[in-house]
Each structure stands twice: as C-alpha cells, then as structure tokens.
C-alpha cells in the first residue's frame, strides 16, 4: 500500500506523466498503472530502477523510512525548541522522540499557515491545537485524585464536551477559511492558496532536514497508527 501511493506521488511531485515514466523505467504504461493502483507488486529489480529514477532510498519506496533518502532519524540529532535541556531528557526514548517530532512539525505547520497571510485562519488552527493540549493536560492531571481541581474554571462533568464541541467548531471554520467562505463580515476566506502549494522537494528547500524529516517522520507514524 505504501509502495503504490509513494511512487504515485513522486511521479505527480515531478510533474512526470505515467508514460514517460513507463518509458523511462521500461515497462508498459498499463503495467505501471497496475503498480500504481496497487492491483500488482512489482519485484525488487522494479524498486531499485524506480528509486535510481527518483533518487530516493528503497526503504522510503516501501514505507520502511518516512526520509526520502532513507535516514534514520536520532533522538538527540533533532532540535528541540521551547524547553530546557532537563525537562527534555525526562521520559523515555519514544516519548522524547515524539515530543520533538511533535515540536518540529509544528514549526512548519504555523509557517505555512501564516505565509497565507490570513489571522483569522492563524487563529483557528491555534484554537484547534491548544484545546487538544488542553484536553490532554487536564486528562493527565485529573488522573491524581489528589491534585486541586480548582486549577480549572470548568467543572468536571462539563470541560470534556464543551472542548470537543469547540474543537470541532475550530475545525470547522478552519475548513470554511481554506475553502474560501468567510465566517463574517469581517473575516474573508482564503483566495490565494498558492502560499500552501507544496512538494516533498520544495518542502526540502524550505525546511531544515531534521524538521523536514520529523514532519515526514509525523505523518507516517499517524497514518500507521490509522491504518492498524
């Protein structure tokens, strides 16, 4: 599955049409539609050719990598932003490690969002992401029974449904601002969406590798998780 979405992808990002790459990889168009759609799996010779083509790892061909060059990510290679050396060594390996990818991706998501230039959109998408946090931490916290429930203004049989009803109204105008339609008088949808116009190449351009690779490394993880 993983095979025949990426070289799909790639193929699109490249702006090659499914001929040419058939010609260029010597098989037929109507064999590497088949590879495309997944009704066919290719042999290994297939991966390497398709990876020379590309110029990318076989392990990222076969969702074995979320880097396009095959890198292995570190935990201490990637920066962390935002807290101190002793708290970031807290935890286990797999939790520093998400915390950083979480960091990281981050930074390029908020980039992205205010190169359209739209607060209102901005704004949104932070509501959406700080009452997740929030749901979080206040799940974390109520779990010790003898932590102060005061520390929270909204009463434990009302917080969790009021969250996720505003969440899902962030969403939701998040949704209407990227479509276009404006959610006032006052606050214009989106018109120009070429500022979220992107590729794995221009985001390599962009980004640093290691917050490129944590993104990448983000989204694979989630979509593992999704597909179980």
Known sequence: MEFNRI??????????TQKQAAQD????????????????????????????????SCDYLLGRSAEPTGQTLAVE???GEGV????????????????????????????K???????????CVSDYLMLAIYKMFRLVYSAQPKNASSMFGLTNGR??????????????????LLAGEALDDKTPGLKDLSPL?????????????????????????CEGKINR
């Open 7 to 16: 070289i799909t992808l790639l193929r699109k990002e490249r702006g090659v």
């Open 25 to 56: 990889l010597g098989v037929s168009q109507a064999l590497l539609s088949h590879y495309e759609k997944g009704i066919r799996e290719c042999g290994l010779e297939f991966v390497v050719k398709v990876a020379d083509y590309y110029g990318v």
């Open 77 to 79: 290679d990637i920066p």
């Open 84 to 111: 101190g050396d002793s708290h970031l060594k807290r935890g286990s390996a797999l939790s520093i490690m998400s915390k950083k990818l979480i960091t990281n991706s981050l930074n390029i998501l908020f980039d």
């Open 113 to 123: 969002v205010g190169s359209c230039q739209n607060k209102a959109l901005a704004a």
């Open 159 to 176: 917080w969790e449904g009021y969250t996720d009803s505003a969440s899902s109204l962030a969403l939701a105008d998040v949704k209407a």
């Open 197 to 221: 116009t992107m590729t794995t190449k221009s985001l390599e351009e962009e980004y640093p590798p290691y917050t490129l690779s944590c993104l990448l490394n983000l989204i694979h993880t």
